[in-house]
């Protein structure tokens, strides 16, 4: 392992909108920061392809552009950027240590922003035609759906949510569900169930998604009779919860349900010096832009601790 090196302001441990934020904030504060981007950088934008919905681009943005832009912005200033996994962090005492496979570098503060991933179905013709039909955020491509026929995966509050907002564009939503009831609150089910536009499809998987290069179905099972069956849509949803990306974390920092706990109107963690910003620790709204709008607070936050342990 590589010799340890001088004590760093700050360590930004990965590279969505949220951390890329909190990068171009704390390099422009002077913090010289590092930011250890991982080996998948740019989070789940580098997923997706139009963006039209973050601020200032008229015309919209591919997803992966927007992240190497912001990239680019963040070194402007003086960002390090190691592309590298963090593999363990020490948060026991300050400094504190964050190793990758190649080296440990020393802190003082910490900004988490490791985001999370979408859990996927894992079927045929899923990852291949995620952006071109597949999707996993209604608010952020229900928009390109207009007046098509759409498939939602899931039973819980999100697929119930995503369907409800889909009928705003969609002429027809179809809820696919494993079971035949479902896990979402009572009052969203009532909301959906007297929404004439959505159908539900109970006991039922989709076993791949079908399509060349654009969605166009679905191959379906009914588990309960084992019938196979397929389905036209021109988009499909998957909305069967989120993975937080914080088993670096676990035992270290304080979660609810896998996600990092911040304290009220503040990124700060369990641990002083440790702050967390974007889909790590938000499960409500999940954008790029609360993401990034997180990342700047987390920085303020962050260049605000550091300062006060200089008066101390
Ligand atoms: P969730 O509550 O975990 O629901 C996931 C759904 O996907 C379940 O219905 C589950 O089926 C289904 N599922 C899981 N894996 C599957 C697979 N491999 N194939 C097919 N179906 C699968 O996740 P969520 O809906 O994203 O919600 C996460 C949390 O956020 C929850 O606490 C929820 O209440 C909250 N939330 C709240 C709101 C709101 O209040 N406005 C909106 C969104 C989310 P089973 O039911 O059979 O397990």
Not at 81 to 93: H, K, Q
Not at 108 to 115: A, Y
Not at 272 to 298: E, L, N, P, S
């Amino acid at each position: 392992m590589a010799q340890m090196e001088d004590i760093r302001d700050v360590i930004i441990v990965g590279a969505g909108p949220a951390g890329l934020t909190a990068a171009i904030y704390t390099a422009r504060a002077n913090l010289a920061p590092l930011m250890i981007e991982g080996v998948e950088a740019g989070g789940q934008l580098m997923l997706t392809t139009e963006v039209e919905n973050y601020p200032g681009f008229v015309d919209g943005i591919m997803g992966p552009e927007l992240m190497e832009s912001m990239r680019k912005q963040s070194q402007r200033f003086g960002t390090e950027i190691l592309t590298e996994n963090v593999t363990s962090v020490d948060l026991a005492e300050r400094p504190f240590k964050v190793s990758t496979a190649s080296a440990s570098h020393l802190t003082n503060s910490i900004i988490v922003s490791t985001g999370a991933k979408a859990r996927m179905l894992d079927i045929p013709g899923e990852r291949e035609l995620l952006g071109h039909g597949v999707s996993t955020c209604a608010t952020c491509d229900g928009f390109f759906f207009r007046d098509q026929e759409l498939l939602v995966v899931g039973g819980g509050d999100s697929a119930i949510e995503e369907a409800t907002f889909l009928t705003k564009f969609a002429s027809k939503v179809t809820v696919v569900h494993r079971r035949d009831s479902l896990r979402a609150s009572k009052i969203m089910q009532d909301r959906a169930r007297s929404n004439p536009k959505i159908e539900f499809l109970w006991d039922t998987v989709l076993t791949e998604v079908t399509g060349d290069g654009k969605v166009t179905g679905a191959k379906t099972k009914n588990l309960k009779t084992g019938e196979e069956g397929t389905i036209a849509a021109g988009g499909i949803f998957v909305a069967i919860g989120h993975i937080p990306n914080t088993s670096l974390f676990e035992g270290k920092l304080d979660l609810i349900e896998g996600y990092i706990r911040t304290q009220p109107g503040s990124t700060a963690t369990s641990v002083k010096g440790v702050f967390a910003a974007g889909d790590v620790v938000d499960y409500k709204y999940r954008q790029a832009i609360t993401a990034a709008g997180m990342g700047c607070q987390a920085a303020i936050d962050a260049e605000r601790w550091l300062e006060s342990q200089h008066d101390a």
